[in-house]
């Protein structure tokens, strides 16, 4: 079966495959990819921020600061995330694009679980809960797209029109909950409270192109 | 009903599980009842359950051939991606090949998996899918085993 190149929304620049599973570039995923590994690589080479807490009526400002070992651990969970988010960026399969996700919020998590501040790890805790539940609906629907469509590639997928919508909605749900419900950053709002500034905002830049991405996914199937 | 309360209510992160939970059961709901189709020419082609227990000792996994001469018939998206398809399923390595001539569970037993069955759609078609569950199971241990060595630290 020949690669259906023609119905992908943007220009198409090439593709690298990995069996079934093929990655390929259009002008939107390009994209994504840059901006993620540029962060990716930022988060690697700068130092974490210092944050100064000031203590309303009263003396003693407190300085939070990220401790080398800590350090080390909520850089590789960065890294991990950042280098997840920009293959996410170029998959070309539905399951993949899930399994993705689901390494992303994993690492959301592990970006946060060395900071030792109850208020962080609580709100870490339930965004994990979140996450969790999540996989349902979105595992769910790509099993459901599978059997309805009986292809899982999402250039095959652009090909025909194969009425998904409310497969598509589950799919949508799914990506909700395992980014954070990120529109919203419910429960990520209190873990950006965390000292450590790069590696924080990688929560951030994963879950907005994440997103973007899956947006253009359920433009492009159909 | 003061819409600062209700602000101030869903901003706690304990509520959040909570309206996610229920919202998620509200669109499943609705979604158990929308009509949908199953598509007969399936890719990855899977047989019924238990359909193919005692008909052989490789279970879920036998997808036909003989290893290094006849290669399984194995059905994929774009087998000109995939030059030796159909090669790896067929292989067994000796303990493996022992074990399942003394069982009939060969297939769903833990020592299947890891250098026993090499099964085509997990590590040849699909191989990046596999990568990425390792990698789930690999992060998260990695978390939890930090955690568990520094619980004694303190700010």
Known sequence: MSLNIDSIAGAFYGYVPFGDIVF?????????FIIALFFTLVVYLTKPEKQLESQIGDFGDKLNYVSLEELKIRRLMAIICGICTAFAMLTGDLFDY??????IGIANMGIVSAVKKEGVLSAAFY???IAMISTLPLFGASALILAKTGTLSILELAKNSHDLLFQKIIYAVGMVGETGIAPFYAAKAEMFRAPGAPYILMIHLSSLLIIVRTVEIMLNIH | MNIGKIWNYIS???????????????????????PTTYYG??????????????KSNLAPYDRGGIP???PADIKTQYPQFEPIKGKITAYLTPLSLWLSEKTPYFGTTIVSTPGGILDEILYYTRGMDTILESLTLLVSFMIFSWIYLNRDRVE
């Open chain 1, 127 to 129: 965004y994990g809960i």
């Open chain 2, 12 to 34: 706690k992160p304990e509520v959040v599980p909570r309206l996610f939970a229920a919202f998620l059961c509200l669109i499943l709901a609705i979604e158990f009842f929308v």
């Open chain 1, 98 to 103: 899930a399994l993705f996700l689901a390494v």
């Open chain 2, 41 to 54: 020419d399936q890719l990855y082609p899977k047989d019924t359950p238990q359909g193919q227990i005692f």
């Open chain 2, 68 to 70: 290094l001469i006849k």
């Open chain 1, 24 to 32: 390929y570039f259009t002008e939107f995923s390009l994209i994504g």
